[in-house]
Antibody, heavy 119, light 107 residues
């Protein structure tokens, strides 16, 4: 069955960077895009960006452009998101999600990774 | 960016009730709308795609309708497992946006 397993919770200081991983199994990794969606406490879900796992092309929400990088390691069937210059407003649960081939809705989700930014 | 607005933000209901949640888009998204259910501490679960297509394994008491800018999610007879937060999401255009959520509580 399709599974997306994310790395564990992180605590970071303001100004630091964090990198969260998302390991996929149960399907052909390079056939489906991986997206990253975050949810700050009590807030709505917020789409951050996605990666074409086949060729590595990425697209980001303008809000995160220049501060976020999404990559993948096809051999490890793993996608990553790195967020730099963290502030307290980046405290959130970060989810990876697999979309369908032709439409950007999120069929399978990772369990979420809590990133806490605190001095 | 397309803004998605759900109403109500909170809904109190009893087991067996029929409930409806509304989602409005700031511009037409045709039928490119999904509904998700999220329980505390869990990832969202996809319930409905293309406004009205029920995902495999989702109980038939859930239904969706709408087109353009106004959409609804209806639960015909609430069950204990349905108390959760529901989000709509548009996928008509880049910057895939979600509604603010509707928390369904037990009355």
């Amino acid at each position: 069955q399709v599974q997306l397993v994310q790395s564990g919770a992180e605590v970071k200081k303001p100004g630091a960077s964090v990198k969260v991983s998302c390991e996929a199994s149960g399907y052909s990794f390079t056939r489906y895009a991986i997206h990253w969606v975050r949810q700050a406490p009590g807030q709505r879900l917020e789409w951050m960006g996605w990666i074409n796992t086949g060729d590595g092309r990425t697209k980001y929400s303008q809000k995160f452009q220049g501060r976020v990088t999404i990559t993948r390691d096809s051999r490890a069937s793993t996608a990553y998101i790195e967020v730099r210059r963290l502030t307290s407003e980046d405290t959130a649960v970060y989810f990876c999600a697999r979309s369908r081939p032709t439409v950007t809705l999120f069929e399978y989700w990772g369990q979420g990774t809590l990133v806490t930014v605190s001095s | 960016d397309i803004q998605m607005t759900q109403s109500p933000s909170t809904l109190s209901a009893s087991i067996g009730d029929r409930v409806t949640i509304t989602c409005r888009a700031s511009q037409s998204i045709s039928g490119w709308l999904a509904w998700y259910q999220q329980k505390p501490g869990k990832a969202p679960k996809l319930l409905i795609s293309e406004a009205s297509s029920l995902e495999s394994g989702v109980p038939s008491r859930f239904s969706g309708s709408g087109y353009g800018t106004e959409f609804t999610l209806t639960i015909s007879s609430l069950q204990p497992d349905d108390f959760a937060t529901y989000y709509c999401q548009q996928y008509n255009s880049y910057l895939y946006t979600f509604g603010q959520g509707t928390k369904l509580e037990i009355k």
